[in-house]
């Protein structure tokens, strides 16, 4: 089975920084999209920024000029660097992917969550 494995979540001031990363594992046969989400207490889980069908990016406008994504191909890993963070920037992030399996079939799977908290 796919497992998406997320790291780097953690309680960090205002303004400061974050690296999230996501390793997608198991019996890949292509990843059509990877990106990130969040959901904070109380809200839907919303899109953060992510890689498309085509390798194109999406981002969140609220994440515009803040957070970046990038991907290691072959590592099946994407990572999220996220600058001048803000404490409604509280969420657990979530790493999700469109998968086809190498028994040829599609779903998209979702990481664990990882905790990101920005507080004084």
């Known amino acids: 089975q796919v497992q998406l494995v997320e790291s780097g979540g953690d309680l960090v001031q205002p303004g400061g920084s974050l690296r999230l990363s996501c390793a997608a594992s198991g019996s890949i046969f292509k990843i059509n999209a990877m990106g990130w989400y969040r959901q904070a207490p109380g809200k839907q889980r919303e899109l953060v920024a992510a890689?498309?069908?085509?390798?194109?990016?999406n981002y969140a406008d609220f994440v515009k000029g803040r957070f970046t994504i990038s991907r290691d191909n072959a590592r099946n890993t994407v990572y999220l660097q996220m600058n001048s963070l803000k404490p409604e920037d509280t969420a657990v992030y979530y790493c999700?992917?469109?998968?086809?399996?190498?028994?040829?079939?599609?779903?998209?799977?979702w990481g664990q969550g990882t905790q990101v908290t920005v507080s004084s």
């Open positions: 999700n992917a469109d998968i086809w399996t190498a028994w040829h079939t599609r779903s998209a799977y």
């Open positions: 890689f498309t069908s085509g390798s194109s990016t």
